[in-house]
């Protein structure tokens, strides 16, 4: 059974950090591409990051650049999105995904993802 379990999440204040993981487990994680979408009260699901596992090329919204890194460790089958100088308006669910491709350049477009993690909240206090 192919799971995502997403920990990290938590209330923050401003210009604070906090590390996102991600445990993957049923598949391949090698032949996978990750990433994280958030969705905040009102608002649809937005691509933040992610990250193909086979070479660990990345890709990242502009609103999060600069501030976020995500990362693999192939070898824990987990992918982490550390993320610094938070701002309120990252307050959001943070959901895990994953799509079976070996490219990134589609990811955001939500079609190739074919596993969710079941969110994990992040508040950012102003």
């Known amino acids: 059974e192919v799971q995502l379990v997403e920990s990290g999440g938590g209330l923050v204040q401003t210009g604070g950090s906090l590390r996102l993981s991600c445990a993957a487990s049923g598949f391949t994680f090698d032949l996978f591409a990750y990433g994280w979408f958030r969705q905040a009260p009102g608002k649809g699901h937005e691509g933040v990051a992610c990250i193909a596992a086979s070479d660990g090329s990345t890709l990242y919204a502009d609103s999060v650049k600069g501030r976020f890194t995500i990362s693999s460790d192939n070898a824990k089958n987990t992918v982490y999105l550390q993320m610094n100088s938070l701002k309120p308006e990252d307050t959001a669910v943070y959901y895990c995904?994953?799509?079976?491709?070996?490219?990134?350049?589609?990811?955001?477009?939500?079609?190739?993802?074919?596993?969710w993690g079941r969110g994990t909240q992040v508040t950012v206090s102003s």
């Open positions: 995904a994953a799509a079976p491709v070996g490219s990134i350049g589609l990811f955001f477009e939500l079609t190739e993802i074919t596993s």
